[in-house]
């Protein structure tokens, strides 16, 4: 039975999917004024307020036609019913997961804010007649929407739109003119779109609105945006603008002296604390409300320095998560050049950078920048001393909660009348969670979902688990409230929470967990939104989830080493990532084991969902392979690894972190398959410009494969070769070994290892400006990849036609190629290829005698050379400034 209660617009009620009627007048003013209040007791002389819009009859009367009132709506919901009796009043009892106020508000919380936006169906209860409803309860939920909304528009424009939201911004300036967030947002917006003027209007408007209708300036942020539109200073498009900062929590109380301390300090601040005191909500709380302060972005990395399943992140493997944030694409292959090229990044940024759970002073010292402009804030449960004493660095200590600020964190969970009620049982609750807002959250959710029972019988059960905790916690009593609200979990919900801490990654989607748990996708869902309501989990992302480092430790002590678990986990990760590479155009030669576990592999149904899939969950898959090689699973991680390089082909912001994972399964699986891993690690190495080291790899790998009769990858391999003999300098061996490569090709009827050859012949005459051998090439490549039918490969073929022609001087067959092309590149997340296919239609336009289009390409091309430090960018710009 599935039961759903919508308030986000017209009152409705459905039992498996089908209406069911709601009373008209005092009933559904009853069932609103209850679902508003979902989980808590509303006592019954609020309800006669609200049924009576303030008239009630005589207290007797009033409480009889309530009690009739509540029966008829009792009978009227049937199987639905959700209205239960407690003393002094009622209350409607829900799961999360069946009012859409409650799925708004976790959605909300998780950053999901289109999806918690297509919630809202009308005006809320608006079948419903209640003034006192609609002006005490109605009016805040109207807030919640238009706070969520700011945060959805807030992250379009941190992704560059701008035009496509004026429109938007002056109905909401019309509507809510007195709110200065849409004001603000509205002039970012035309900036954006290129009216200056018009964004300076809109601000003389919100001004004069202000001072004749409150008598008051506008706030701070409107009045730095006026400055900084004034002074051209707003980030536009020009440059990537990250926004990696991950949701909050929600009901953060209290931290006002160190939120100021936070105001005040600059350059680099270290909050130290114990696990589960709050410091990365309390950096999250603080950074949302400065964002103004950077408009160059927020980065964000969670360096793992106390996670129980997993080593701290590497300095050098968090700096290329940074530079890769920032849209560096060329990422030097050592680490000094890297926090070289970061600190050089960020000169000139006015940008916020967190580096979360830092173990040492040794993990974050290379990534400060020497830029002014950049605030780095760093969470520790060590006090980092040495970057005070050495580096002129600030920090201060974030201690637990006093229990002011521990009881207003239960109240606004719990209710405060529920919490007056038994006040010495609430200090008790409070005591035995030592102020740590981690276990007071566990407990206030667990404790929620009975809202008729008395705080005291809880402080009973808890003082049990208490007696059961384990020493291996700093403190017993915080572990005694995972256990208690663990305990209280069903079976299922139970297994699902221990089994997660057998994923080796940091965060996890659904998909995922469904595998390492053996259920269907739609139970994962479930019981993982069930932990995310008792706190046991937490999404930060949408649609991605992951646990707290305390209760990921806690998680990995009842479950110890379920190798079955992990079986299944790693197989479906081995078979999703096979379907994955089975959409690219290359031929699989090596194949997965067979499953002995059961699980069923996710499906892609195009290469550009496939491509997402990977991106999304490169770091699980390479925590994935390294596990495996752990647990003696050496096949899986070999299989990983080379399924994984045709990805890396087309994204080249792995390419560093690979290398490793690559070296750690040379030596695994037959003679065959050493070769073909040897010759992707050559090609690695060329991408990371370890060119000796590449030629070293192909001299392992292709005498292997050539042993072993491996023929296309002996093809695809010299393919590979030739690339790097070209770079060397060493145009006759790459001829050579080119040719070999198509002749192999034609052998064995391989269309993909045609295309490549004709494609890289095709590049080289390009080079040498042979137009016309370029254009034969390109047309056998042509016939060929319409035989494979993949769009990537195509496009990349029509691309060397177009650049054919542009040197041909065929501009106008050039121009819509050109653009067909940057369109694909586009929306695969190929920015190289973008900017390729710009320069080229600059070059299309300027043959064509339209200077001024083709100086708008360049510089869009020049914008994202320039995002990514390409070396290329001088000479454009240059060639710019001349053509103007």
């Not at 719990?414 to 969670?433: N, Q, T, Y």
Request: hydrophobic share 45%.
């Amino acid at each position: 039975m599935n039961v759903e209660f919508r308030v986000l617009g017209p009152l409705e009620v459905l039992l498996d999917g089908e209406p069911v009627e709601v009373p008209a007048g005092r009933g559904r003013v009853l069932l609103a004024t209850l679902l508003l209040r979902a989980n808590q007791l509303v006592p019954v002389d609020e309800l006669v307020e609200r049924l009576w819009d303030g008239e009630p009859p005589t207290a007797d009367r009033a409480h009889k036609t309530l009690q009739t009132t509540v029966l008829r709506l009792r009978k009227a919901l049937g199987a639905a019913n959700c209205v239960h009796t407690r003393a002094g009043g009622y209350l409607a009892v829900v799961e999360p997961d069946q009012l859409d106020l409650l799925r708004f508000r976790a959605l909300v919380s998780s950053g999901d804010l289109g999806a918690a936006s297509a919630l809202w169906r009308g005006p809320v209860l608006g079948n419903v007649q209640s003034d006192a409803l609609h002006r005490d309860d109605v009016a805040g939920l109207a807030d919640e929407r238009l706070d969520a909304l700011e945060l959805r528009i807030e992250a379009d424009l941190d992704r560059g739109l701008g035009r496509e939201l004026v429109a938007e911004l002056r109905s909401l300036v019309a509507d809510h003119p007195l709110r200065e967030s849409f004001w603000r947002h509205l002039m970012l917006a035309l900036y954006r779109a290129g009216q200056q003027a018009e964004a300076l209007s809109a601000y003389q408007k919100v001004r004069e609105k202000l001072a004749d209708e409150l008598g008051v300036d506008p706030g701070r942020p409107l009045q730095e945006l006026h400055q900084q539109i004034l002074r051209a200073e707003v980030s536009v498009s020009g440059r990537q603008v990250p926004r990696q900062l991950p949701a909050g929590v929600r009901n953060f109380v209290g931290r006002d002296e160190e939120l100021r301390l936070l105001d005040k300090t600059h350059g680099v601040t270290v909050v130290h604390g114990v696990g589960g005191v709050g410091k990365t909500a309390l950096v999250l709380q603080w950074a949302r409300q400065a964002r103004d302060r950077f408009p160059d972005g927020d980065l964000y990395v969670n360096l793992r320095g106390f996670d129980p399943e997993a080593q701290p992140i590497d300095p050098a493997t968090a700096a290329e998560s940074l530079l890769v944030g920032l849209g560096v694409q060329d990422i030097p292959a050592g680490a000094d050049a890297r926090f070289a090229l970061l600190r050089t990044t960020l000169v000139g940024r006015r940008l916020l950078m967190v580096l979360d759970n830092a173990a040492s002073q040794r993990q974050v010292l290379p990534l400060l920048p020497g830029a002014a402009g950049v605030r780095v804030v760093i969470t520790s449960r060590n006090q980092l001393r040495g970057l005070v004493s050495q580096h002129d660095a600030t920090a201060f200590s974030l201690r637990q909660l006093d229990f002011e600020a521990a009881r207003t964190l239960l109240a606004a969970v719990l209710g405060a009348e529920r919490l007056d009620a038994e006040p010495e049982a609430a200090r008790e609750i409070a005591e035995r969670c030592t102020g740590l807002p981690l276990a007071l959250r566990v407990f206030a959710e667990r404790v929620s979902r009975f809202p008729g029972v008395s705080l005291r019988e809880f402080v009973a059960e808890l003082e049990n688990a208490r007696l059961d905790a384990l020493t291996d916690f700093d403190d017993v009593d915080v572990r005694s409230v995972f256990s208690w609200s663990y305990r209280a979990l069903d079976e299922e919900s139970a297994r699902m929470f221990r089994l997660l801490s057998v994923h080796p990654g940091a965060d996890f989607d659904v998909s995922a967990v469904a595998a390492l748990a053996g259920v269907t996708v739609a139970q994962a869902r479930r019981l993982l939104e069930r932990l995310v309501a008792d706190h046991l989990v937490q999404s930060r992302t949408p649609g991605r989830y992951d646990l707290h480092d305390l209760l990921r430790a806690y998680s990995a002590e009842l479950c110890g080493d379920d190798e079955e678990a992990a079986l299944r986990l790693t197989e479906w990760y081995v078979h999703t990532l096979e379907n994955a590479t089975s959409r690219d155009p290359a031929r699989i030669i090596v194949r997965a084991p067979a499953v002995t576990s059961g699980v069923v592999p996710q499906d892609f149904s195009s290469w550009s969902e496939a491509l997402r899939w990977r991106r999304q969950e490169w770091a699980a898959l390479k925590a994935i392979a390294f596990a495996a090689i752990e647990r003696g699973w050496h096949r899986h991680a070999l299989v990983i690894s080379i399924h994984l390089h045709s990805y890396l082909v087309v994204d080249n912001t792995h390419w560093h972190s690979a290398v490793g994972l690559f070296e750690a399964v040379r030596g695994f699986g037959p003679v065959s398959e050493q070769g073909i891993l040897h010759t992707k690690l050559g090609g690695l190495y060329e991408f990371v410009g370890r060119l000796d080291d590449a030629l070293h790899s192909y001299g392992v790998g292709l005498p292997l494969l050539r042993a072993e009769g491996e023929r296309i990858s002996v093809a695809g391999a010299l393919g590979n070769l030739s690339k790097l003999y070209s770079k060397l300098g060493r145009r006759e061996e790459a001829d050579a070994v080119l040719r070999e490569s198509l002749a192999i090709g034609v052998e064995i009827d391989d269309a993909y290892v045609q295309v490549v050859a004709h494609a890289n012949f095709a590049s080289r005459f390009i080079h040498d400006k042979r137009w016309e051998d370029a254009l034969r090439e390109i047309d056998r490549a042509t016939d060929l990849a319409a035989r494979i039918g993949d769009e990537y490969l195509i496009t990349r073929i029509r691309g060397f036609r177009a650049q054919a022609l542009v040197g041909l001087g065929r501009y106008a067959e050039a121009e819509p190629e050109l653009r067909a092309v940057v369109d694909v590149m586009r929306r695969v997340g190929d920015t190289e290829g973008v900017a390729d296919g710009l320069v080229l239609i600059g070059e299309a336009l300027l043959g064509l005698e339209r200077p001024s289009e083709a100086a708008e390409e360049w510089q869009r091309a020049l914008d994202i050379w320039r995002a990514v430090k390409d070396r290329r960018a001088d000479g454009l710009a240059a060639r710019l400034q001349a053509l103007r």
